[in-house]
Every structure is written in structure tokens, then in C-alpha cells.
Nanobody, 113 residues
Framework: QVQIVQSGGGLAQPGGSLNLSCTAS????????IGWFRQAPGKEREAISC??????FYADSVTGRFTISRDIATNTMYLQMSILKPEDTAAYYC????????WGQGTRVTVSS
């Protein structure tokens, strides 16, 4: 059974930074593609960053501001977010596998002054 625990998020001011993480059991980070998704109120869930097989994807809306990474030793994936904007406000979800993969429980990110 794959279990993923997601942490991080919260409140940040515009221009600030937040980090998200997901720690999993029963996963091999060398095998699984990983990704971060978000869903803003009234909008569809969108992929904002994915990494697998030596390739990395970022959505245009977050390119240059967000960074995806993984730590094999601790079986943890990260999303580093900087230069946050109010439109980044959403529920954020990590995923391992992407076919459709296994999901974290979600974390709220609110960017507001």
C-alpha cells in the first residue's frame, strides 16, 4: 500500500516564498515520475510541474518561480515556490506515478496581503 503524507503551505504575502513536501512509503523515486498539481476556486486542476526520465516540465504560469525536486534518501518530493502571486492561491497536490499515480491529501496555499 502506497501512503503519501503532504505538508507545508499556509499563508504568504505577495512576493514571498513557501515550500511544500510529500513523503511516501512504498514508492521508489527512481522509478516513478512525480508531479505537482493545483486547483484554484472555480478552475480545473492543472499540472504545474512534473519530472521523470530526465525531463522536467513547468507550466508557463510558474516557470522561473517554482522548482520541483526529490530526495531519494528520504523518499520526499518538494516544491519550492517563490515570488508568489495572489493567483497562486489554490489547493496543491503532489502525485507519484502520473498514470494516474498516487496522490497526497492536498495542502492549501493562500497568497494575500
Amino acid at each position: 500500500q502506497v501512503q503519501i503524507v503532504q505538508s507545508g503551505g499556509g499563508l504568504a504575502q505577495p512576493g514571498g516564498s513557501l515550500n511544500l513536501s510529500c513523503t511516501a512509503s512504498g514508492l521508489n523515486w527512481n522509478v516513478y515520475a512525480i508531479g505537482w498539481f493545483r486547483q484554484a476556486p472555480g478552475k480545473e486542476r492543472e499540472a504545474i510541474s512534473c519530472n521523470g526520465n530526465g525531463e522536467t516540465f513547468y507550466a508557463d504560469s510558474v516557470t522561473g518561480r517554482f522548482t520541483i525536486s526529490r530526495d531519494i534518501a528520504t523518499n520526499t518530493m518538494y516544491l519550492q515556490m517563490s515570488i508568489l502571486k495572489p493567483e497562486d492561491t489554490a489547493a496543491y497536490y503532489c502525485n507519484a506515478g502520473l498514470a494516474p499515480g498516487s496522490w497526497g491529501q492536498g495542502t492549501r496555499v493562500t497568497v494575500s496581503s
